[in-house]
C-alpha cells in the first residue's frame, strides 16, 4: 500500500470519528435523525477508583431546572476519607458550579439548550475507591410548546384547568420521587457505614479475646515456673 493512499485512508477515519463523536442539536428542518438524549433522570450507583474522575453528560433545553445529587456510600482500600469532588459545566465548557463534601446537591436553571458536563472526583483519595450514588436530571415547569403552538392551541376553560392541575401533579409526584431517592441514598450510605462498624467489632473483639487467652497462658506457664523445686541428689544439692 502507497503511503499516499494510507495518509488518505487516516484522513477518512478522522472525519468518521469526529462526525460521530457530536453531540449537538440537529438544524431545523433537516432530515437528519436527532442524537440520543437518553433519559430526563437517572440514579444509579458507580465506584470510582484511586485518583480517578467520572464524567457523564445530560442534555437539557434552555427552560429546565437541572438537579444533581449525590451521596458517598462507601470506601474500598485503606484510605476512609468520603470526600469527593463534584463539578457541573455548561454545554460551552464552562464551569457552573461545584461541591466537595460526603453528600452534596447542585442545582440550576438550564440557559442554553445542550449537554450539560457532570464530574465526580476521587482526588483526595489516592489509596481507595470510593462508591457514589448519583440522581440527576432535568425537569421543565410546563409543557414543552413553542410559543406559535399556544397561539393555535383552541381549548375551553375547563381543558386547561384540567392541563394545569395534571401538570401540578405531575411536578408534585416528580419531587415526592426525588425525597424518595434521597431517603435511598441515606439508606444505603447507613447500612454500609452498620456493615463496616459490624466488621470492625467482630475483628476487635476476637483480637482482644486472642490477647486475654495469650496473657492467661502466659502467666500460668510464668507462676507455674516460680514454684518449680528442683530434685535433690548426693552428687547434685541446691547451693547456698
Known sequence: ?????????????NLVTSARSQKTEPRSGSGDQPPF?????????IMIPPGGTE?????????????????????????????VAATAHNPQGFLIDTSQDVRGQIN????ETGFYQ????????????????????????????????????????????????????QNNIFHM???????????MADFFLLQSNYRYVNWWSTAQSLVIILSG?????????????PTTTDTKKPRC
Not at 438524549?37 to 450507583?45: H, K, T
Not at 497462658?217 to 523445686?229: A, E, G, P, S, T
Open 1 to 13: 500500500m502507497s503511503p499516499l493512499l494510507f495518509g488518505a485512508g487516516l484522513v477518512v477515519l
Open 37 to 45: 438524549r437518553g433519559a430526563d433522570r437517572y440514579d444509579f450507583a
Open 55 to 83: 464524567c457523564f453528560w445530560q442534555f437539557a433545553h434552555h427552560t429546565g431546572y437541572f438537579y444533581f445529587s449525590y451521596e458517598v456510600q462507601r470506601t474500598v482500600g485503606m484510605s476512609h476519607d468520603r470526600h
Open 108 to 111: 440550576f436553571s438550564t440557559q
Open 118 to 169: 457532570l464530574c465526580l472526583s476521587n482526588q483526595h483519595n489516592h489509596f481507595a475507591s470510593m462508591q457514589v450514588y448519583l440522581n440527576f436530571g432535568v425537569f421543565y415547569e410546563g409543557p414543552e410548546i413553542d410559543h406559535k403552538q399556544k397561539e393555535r392551541k383552541q381549548l375551553n376553560d375547563t381543558l386547561d384547568a384540567i392541563e394545569d392541575s395534571t401538570q401540578k401533579v
Open 177 to 187: 420521587w426525588r425525597y424518595y431517592n434521597f431517603a435511598r441514598m441515606r439508606k
Open 217 to 229: 497462658i502466659l502467666q500460668l506457664y510464668f507462676l507455674k515456673r516460680l514454684f518449680n523445686v
